[in-house]
């Protein structure tokens, strides 16, 4: 494809996404948010724990927090084993004044993979049929000697960029695993070398995923909200797109002129 008309699609797409943005947060994204929110928050000793006995663990909670969104753990399930804080009273009478001793104790925790019940709120995704167009994205990624892959589990991520190496999930639907292959392509164009350190990681991933939806709007997948959610939970908006249109626009550009030179292959 031609660079006139790369910088077209850029553009026409980058318009539509200033106006998703201008919109605020979808319902989708509230509710995600809402429920994200009642998950605890572990700390690093205790991720270490959940990864070493279940490596593909994403989303965790207890027996009974899993209960109050109204989903229950799978008979047979075996809970995963982390450490939790409690205070203990003192029972000496001699003491005058009572002060709570900290203790440490084994609780059982499970991942969403051990429970059925009603659905949790889901992250808008990219869908569609990339139609070929993958391959030369990865062809893409390969001529500027980038290694590219595949892991089975990224710690919840679905794609890393490591400066001359991407990694991606194993087993994302098609349209998805196009997706985060620009959206890391576009890391790696961007936010290497000095540039990393001039930039917040807000202007990062609002770069990141805006070069990802243009590029996805290009070869025709339906890109829904993700894109506005995936910006705004990084607290980026329209003015932190605009301030970086320049940088989309060439990087959206340059992959879409060299993905889409002919009729795709299936």
């Not at 919109?23 to 009642?38: E, H």
């Not at 008979?75 to 203790?103: C, D, H, N, T, Y």
């Not at 790696?188 to 000095?194: C, F």
């Not at 894109?227 to 329209?238: E, N, P, Q, T, V």
Request: hydrophobic share 40%.
């Amino acid at each position: 494809m031609k660079a006139e008309q790369a910088k077209q699609l850029a553009d026409n797409a980058l318009a539509d996404l200033t106006a998703a943005l201008e919109q605020g947060q979808s319902d989708n994204l509230t509710a995600y948010l809402a429920a994200m929110g009642r998950f605890h928050q572990y700390s690093w000793g205790n991720v270490l724990l959940i990864l070493s006995q279940k490596p593909d663990a994403t989303r965790i909670a207890g027996f009974n927090a899993w209960k109050r969104f109204n989903r229950f753990v799978k008979k047979g399930e075996k809970g995963i084993v982390i450490i939790a804080p409690m205070l203990i009273k003192p029972k000496e009478e001699r003491q005058e004044e009572e002060k709570s001793i900290l203790r440490f104790k084994a609780v059982y925790v499970f991942d969403v993979g051990q429970t059925d019940g009603e659905p949790l709120p889901e992250f808008a995704r990219v869908g569609g049929n990339p139609n070929g167009h993958t391959e030369r994205l990865k062809s893409l990624i390969a001529a500027k000697s980038i290694q590219l892959e595949y892991a089975e589990s990224l710690g919840g991520a679905h794609g890393r960029s490591h400066g001359g190496r991407i990694e991606v999930l194993s087993a994302l639907p098609p349209a998805e695993e196009f997706s985060v292959l620009a959206h890391e392509l576009a890391h790696e164009i961007l936010h290497k070398g000095d540039r990393r350190k001039e930039t917040s990681k807000t202007v990062r991933e609002t770069e990141a995923e805006a070069v990802a939806f243009v590029v996805c709007q290009a070869i025709g997948l339906e890109t829904n909200t993700a894109a506005s959610d995936y910006i705004r939970l990084y607290d980026g908006d329209k003015d932190t797109l605009a301030e970086s249109l320049d940088n989309i626009q060439q990087t959206a550009a340059e992959i879409i002129a060299a993905i889409i030179h002919a009729e795709p292959t299936e």
